[in-house]
C-alpha cells in the first residue's frame, strides 16, 4: 500500500522502539507530535481509541532517556513533555472545582484529535501522490503549437470629426493654433533685462505701473502681458536682494525701490 | 505508481487488439515532442504489435477531423487541419483615430463628390499622399467615381455605402454645411480675415449654396 | 481594393455547424499543452459558436480512445488514457522528488484550504520552513489565495489548476478521501482548549504576522 511505503522510515523506527524499549533517535522525528504519533502506534489501537494517558507516560520515559543519555532535546520536546506531565497530573488526579481551564479529559480528546488529523493527512497525502501524475503517467501534448498573435488595426472616425476637419480646412485663416503671436508678447526676460537697467534709478518708492515700457498700454492683450512679465521681473529682482516690494493692501498699487546694499 | 495489468515479459502474450494498439499509437503520438517514426512505435510498443496497420486505421479515424495525422519524412504526427490554420492566430483588434490628412481628405470627398484628386490637393492647399487615398478605399469609406470628362479624364472620388453607413447618414447631402457647422459652434463665428487663401472661397457662405449643387444629380 | 463580398462584421452571419465546431475545439485543443477555457475557446472560435457543447461532443468522441478529454478546474486539456502511462517512459519528466513536509504540507493545502500557515503548522505540529512552501509554490501547486480576516489578516494557501492538471483531478472536491476525512470531522479547525495548549501556537502566529508583512505590498 502507498500509504506503507509513504511511512516507511516511520514504521521502521516505530519498530525500533517498540522492541528495543526505547532507543533515542529523535533525528526522526519532525517535532513532538510526530514522535507521539510514532508512540501511539505501540498501542496497536485505533487513534481513536488510544490511551493519552499511556502515550503520555510513554513520551515521558522517552524523554527520561534521553536525559539519561545526556542527549540534547530540542526544546519544543520539554516544551512538550512539561505539558504532558501537567496533563498527566489532570488525569490522575480527581478533578479540582476550584481550578479553571479545560479538563483534564478535554485536553486529552483534543491531542488524540491533533495525532488523528496528523494520521489522516498523512494517509492523504500518500493517497494523493499515488495518483496517476501528469509527465508520469499521463501526458499532455508533445507538439505544441503556438497562438500567433496578429495584430488587425482597425481605423475610425466621427461625424464630428469630419466636420471639424472640413471647417478646418474651409476656415483655415481662421484658426491660428501653434503660432505664438511673438509681437503682443513681452516674455519675463525680456522686461528683467530691461528692469536691471532702470533700478539703478529707483532710490524711492516708485509704482510698478510706471516701469511698464512705452506703447504696451494701447493695447489690452499687450498691457496684460507686459504687466505679467514686468511684475514676474521685479520678484526676480527682489530674489536677488536688488530691490524691495511693497503694497499697501489688496489691489492697491505694487510699489518697489533700489534695495541699498548696506541696509 | 503504475498499476500495469500485464506482466513484464509480453513476448509470451498475444499482442494487444488491433484497437488498443491503436489507442497506445494515439497516444504516443499525441505525447510524443517530434514525428514518430514506424520503427519507433514498433519499439515502444508491446511485442506483436502492428503500428504501421494501427497507424492506418488511425489514420483513417482522423481523416476530416480538426487534426489529421500527417507524414513528415518518414515519420508521422498529429497535426492541426491545414482550414483551421485560422485558429491558430489571435486577433487582436486595435482600433486607431484616423490621421489627420485622411479626415480632411474624406471630408473634402464627402463634401464635393465626384472631385478628383487634384481638387482634392487644392482645397487642402496640400499633396494629398497615395497612402492616404488607399487608406480610405480599403476602409471601404471612399470607391471611384465616374472619369471626369475634362482634358487627362481625371478619376473621381466619392464616398460609398459604408461611409453612410459608418457616420450614420442616410446620403451625403445630409452633411450639414458650413452655415450650420458655424452655429453649431464648430467654427468660429468670425468671418475669415481678408482674402481666402484657396481663392475659391472668397464667396464665403455661398459656398454652401455651390456645394450643394455639387450634390445635385 | 479589397472586393470582399463578406462584411467585415461576422455575427451577421450563422455560426459554422457543431460538427465544425467541434473539429475547431478539436484543433484547438490538441494545439497546446495547457487547459483551455470555454471563455477562451470562444474568444478564437467564429463568432456564435457553442464551444461548451462542441466540447461535449468531442468528449464522448474521446471516450475510451488513447487521449481524453479531461476536465480540470474551469478549463479542459486533452491528457493521454491513464492506463497507457507505461509507453511513455521516453516522456517521463524526472522531477525533483518532494520532501516529506512539502508532501504532507501540499496534502494539507488541498484538503483545508484555504489554510493559513499557522493551521499548517498546527496540524503537522512543527514549524513549516519557508523553502517548504516555496517550493510548492515553484511548482506551481499553491498559490495565495485571500486573506483571513482575522487578526493580523494572515494570508492563505490555495491549491492551483496546475495541481488539479498534475493530480488528475477535476476539482479540489474530487481529492480521494475527501468526504470522509470531512465526515470524520478531521478537517476542521478545532482550537485547542484554553489557550495555546501546546505553547507553540504562540509562535505560529507570530510567525504569520512577519509573514504577512513580507507579503504585503
Given amino acids: 500500500m502507498p500509504a506503507e511505503e509513504f511511512q516507511e522510515d516511520v514504521v521502521s523506527v516505530s519498530e525500533r522502539v517498540a522492541a528495543e524499549a526505547l532507543i533515542v533517535d529523535v533525528g526522526a522525528f519532525e517535532g513532538p507530535l510526530d514522535l507521539l504519533l510514532t508512540l501511539s502506534r505501540t498501542q496497536k489501537v485505533d487513534l481513536r481509541q488510544i490511551s493519552i494517558l499511556d502515550l503520555a507516560r510513554q513520551y515521558l520515559a522517552f524523554v527520561e532517556q534521553a536525559k539519561k543519555l545526556r542527549l540534547e532535546l530540542a526544546a519544543d520536546y520539554l ?20 481550578e479553571e481551564g479545560p479538563s483534564g479529559e478535554e485536553l486529552a480528546a483534543h491531542l488524540a484529535f491533533q495525532l488523528e488529523r496528523l494520521q489522516a493527512m498523512r494517509e492523504a497525502a500518500a493517497k494523493l501522490m ?24 482597425t481605423y475610425t472616425a466621427t461625424l464630428l470629426d469630419l466636420m471639424q476637419g472640413y471647417a478646418r480646412i474651409r476656415t ?30 529707483a532710490g524711492g518708492w516708485t509704482e510698478l505701473v510706471s516701469y511698464l515700457p512705452d506703447g504696451w498700454d494701447a493695447d489690452p492683450q499687450r498691457r496684460r502681458s507686459t504687466t505679467a512679465a514686468t511684475f514676474a521681473a521685479t520678484l526676480e529682482l527682489a530674489k536677488e536682494g536688488k530691490i524691495e516690494i511693497r503694497q499697501g493692501e489688496i489691489f492697491s498699487p505694487i510699489q518697489i525701490r533700489k534695495k541699498v546694499p548696506d541696509e | 505508481m503504475n498499476k500495469d495489468p500485464k506482466p513484464a515479459n509480453d513476448s509470451l502474450f498475444e499482442a494487444p487488439p488491433m484497437g488498443e494498439q491503436e489507442r497506445m499509437v494515439e497516444a504516443i503520438m499525441f505525447a510524443t515532442a517530434e514525428p514518430v517514426t514506424v520503427a519507433e512505435l514498433i519499439g515502444r510498443m508491446p511485442h506483436g504489435c502492428d503500428p504501421a496497420e494501427a497507424l492506418a486505421h488511425l489514420r483513417k479515424r ?28 489571435k486577433e487582436t483588434v486595435e482600433t486607431r483615430k484616423l490621421s489627420r490628412a485622411a479626415i480632411e481628405t474624406l471630408a473634402i470627398v464627402a463634401y464635393h463628390q465626384p472631385v ?12 494629398v499622399s497615395r497612402g492616404t487615398v488607399d487608406q480610405l478605399i480599403e476602409l471601404e469609406w471612399i470607391r471611384f467615381g465616374r472619369r471626369r470628362m475634362t482634358p487627362g479624364r481625371p478619376v473621381t472620388f466619392v464616398v460609398t455605402q459604408n461611409f453612410l453607413d459608418h457616420f450614420g447618414l442616410e446620403n451625403a447631402r445630409d452633411l450639414p454645411g458650413l452655415k450650420e457647422l458655424r452655429s453649431a459652434g464648430l467654427l468660429e463665428n468670425r468671418p475669415p480675415p481678408g482674402a481666402n487663401a484657396l481663392g475659391e472661397a472668397e464667396d464665403g457662405d455661398d459656398e454652401d449654396d455651390n456645394q450643394t449643387e455639387l450634390f445635385e444629380d
Avoid: C
Fill in chain 1, 79 to 98: 516544551v512538550m513533555a512539561a505539558w504532558l506531565a501537567f496533563l498527566k497530573s489532570r488525569l490522575l488526579l480527581p478533578p479540582d472545582p476550584s
Fill in chain 1, 130 to 153: 499515488a495518483r496517476d501524475q501528469l509527465g508520469r503517467d499521463f501526458f499532455a501534448r508533445g507538439i505544441t503549437e503556438d497562438v500567433q498573435r496578429v495584430r488587425r488595426v
Fill in chain 1, 172 to 201: 483655415r485663416d481662421d484658426f491660428r493654433p501653434f503660432v505664438m503671436d511673438r509681437q503682443h508678447v513681452m516674455t519675463m526676460e525680456q522686461a528683467l533685462e530691461r528692469m536691471r537697467g532702470l533700478i539703478g534709478f
Fill in chain 2, 62 to 89: 482522423y481523416d476530416g477531423r480538426g487534426v489529421n495525422i500527417i507524414k513528415v519524412g518518414d515519420a508521422w504526427a498529429i497535426r492541426t487541419a491545414g482550414d483551421l490554420g485560422f485558429l491558430m492566430q
Fill in chain 2, 116 to 127: 478628383t484628386r487634384a481638387e482634392i490637393e487644392e482645397i487642402r492647399g496640400v499633396s
